[in-house]
């Protein structure tokens, strides 16, 4: 693992991991009808919110919060099952935060920076000397405890994580332009002509929605936003800008701290927000060599791990014979004379004889049908595939039927399926 220092460094011990995991998750489709971004499933056995909570455990950092807003249940489920083992006799915390309308009956959680202030109670009860907030919808690894120990020896009021983008894509994120010293001059949230890096025209430097504050300014600063009226009582929209202007803001460029196994060659960092991008993202881990190294024992993501059955294949004659190639097969399978090719199954999938499939995302709890052909697709957590249903080949057809993106990725609910036999 390449890592300038010791994962578990002392500042981390003095922090905590306040992750904002409420997001819509609305370009992701039908795929976040049901369920909050952070709680979609990813990598065969995942979901979104491990990395960020996997980076604090693996940091050294044992209290935790995740503040939850919209379609939180299977999100507050999976927390439940899987990040339930911080224990309070060694000091360590876990709290799940939904918006509950306890500063007033009328409020939710107005923007990020509410989501934090209406919590203060809860995190002074703890007393961090720090905090760190992270967003709940990316697929990365970072050793959090650089960043603290930038912030401390910088003098810094708040510390931004920050990657190199495409200046294209860069109007989806806060925009910086950092001089000396790591020293944040200027900060604007989602520009519709987004300033590109000196030297580098096609390339813009965006906050990863990654902070980390002294906890008591941190109150300051928050409380200040409450009261004025004319804040949308957001990180990126309000808080950043003012600190920028008024305070201290320093950089931290991702490299610093992002890990890496042996295996990976770059930083690897993805926002999945799109249909085409998650499933490209996932596709990418049937790589022989992935750029994601989900192997890698010194930094394990950490997950709820289901109690399954081992997978299975079965039936071995030409045609109908169980197997599966550059795939990833989660507990629980069962591949009976099918054959996969490229894809990842996630737990419990079945697939029944002469089904094919070839890059595919298949979720929970799939059932596929005998003669079923599948390509480019993504199925949603327990759909029931009918038998001979062909995806993939007919792009009009495919459109009638799914949600079919412009590189011909279809997303397929049990809706879907069920107006197709109806």
């Known amino acids: 693992m390449i890592s300038a220092t010791p994962a578990a460094g002392p500042l981390a011990r003095q922090a905590m991991a306040y992750v904002l995991a409420g997001g819509r998750g609305t370009r992701l489709m039908e795929l976040t009808d049901t369920r909050a971004k952070p709680a979609v499933y990813f990598g065969g056995k995942l979901r979104i919110i491990d990395f960020a909570l996997s980076n604090a455990l693996n940091s050294g950092i044992r209290r935790m919060a995740v503040a939850t807003q919209y379609k939180a249940h299977s999100l507050i489920r999976h927390l439940q099952?899987?990040?339930?083992?911080?224990?309070?006799e060694r000091n360590e915390s876990f709290d799940i935060l939904p918006a509950s309308q306890r500063v007033s009956e009328d409020q939710w959680y107005l923007g990020t920076a509410d989501a934090v202030y209406q919590n203060i109670d809860i995190i002074e009860s703890y007393d961090p000397k720090y905090m760190v907030l992270l967003a709940g919808d990316h697929i990365y690894k970072m050793d959090y405890e650089q960043m603290l120990q930038q912030h401390v020896a910088q003098g810094a009021d708040v510390t931004i994580a920050c990657l190199e983008v495409p200046r294209a894509e860069a109007s989806g994120f806060g925009v910086m332009h950092v001089g000396?010293?790591?020293?944040?001059?200027?900060?604007?949230?989602?520009?519709?002509?987004?300033?590109a890096m000196p030297g580098r025209p096609d390339s813009s430097l965006a906050s990863m929605g990654i902070y980390v504050f002294e906890t008591r300014f941190l109150f300051?600063?928050?409380?200040?936003?409450?009261?004025?009226?004319g804040s949308s009582h957001d990180f990126g929209k309000d808080i950043i800008p003012y600190l920028v202007k008024h305070g201290v803001a320093v950089a931290h460029p991702f490299a610093?701290?992002?890990?890496?196994?042996?295996?990976?060659?770059?930083?690897?960092?993805?926002?999945?927000?799109?249909l085409e991008a998650y499933f490209a993202a996932n596709i990418d881990l049937t790589d022989v060599v992935p750029s994601?190294?989900?192997?890698?024992?010194?930094w394990p993501i950490w997950t709820y791990g289901e109690?399954?059955?081992?997978?299975?294949?079965?039936?071995?004659?030409?045609?109908r014979r169980g197997s599966a190639v550059s795939s990833l097969i989660a507990g629980g399978c069962i591949v009976s004379g099918a054959a996969v090719r490229r894809s990842l199954l996630f737990t419990n999938v079945h697939l029944h004889s002469w089904a094919s499939l070839e890059e595919a995302v298949i979720l929970p709890a799939v059932d596929v049908g005998q003669g079923a052909k599948l390509s480019r697709v993504v199925v949603d957590r327990?759909?029931?595939?009918?038998a001979g249903l062909v995806v993939g080949e007919?792009?009009?057809?495919?459109?009638?039927?799914?949600?079919?993106?412009?590189?011909?990725?279809?997303?397929?609910t049990q809706k879907m399926i069920d107006r197709i036999a109806g």
């Open 81 to 88: 099952r899987g990040w339930n083992f911080f224990r309070p």
């Open 180 to 195: 000396e010293n790591d020293r944040v001059l200027s900060f604007d949230e989602k520009p519709a002509n987004p300033a």
């Open 220 to 229: 300051d600063v928050l409380r200040r936003d409450a009261a004025d009226p």
């Open 256 to 274: 610093r701290s992002c890990v890496r196994s042996i295996a990976e060659v770059q930083p690897y960092w993805r926002d999945v927000g799109t």
């Open 292 to 298: 994601l190294d989900l192997y890698d024992q010194d």
């Open 307 to 319: 109690m399954t059955a081992p997978a299975k294949f079965v039936h071995d004659v030409d045609g």
């Open 382 to 386: 327990g759909v029931r595939i009918p």
């Open 394 to 412: 007919d792009p009009v057809l495919d459109a009638s039927r799914f949600r079919r993106t412009e590189s011909g990725v279809c997303l397929i």
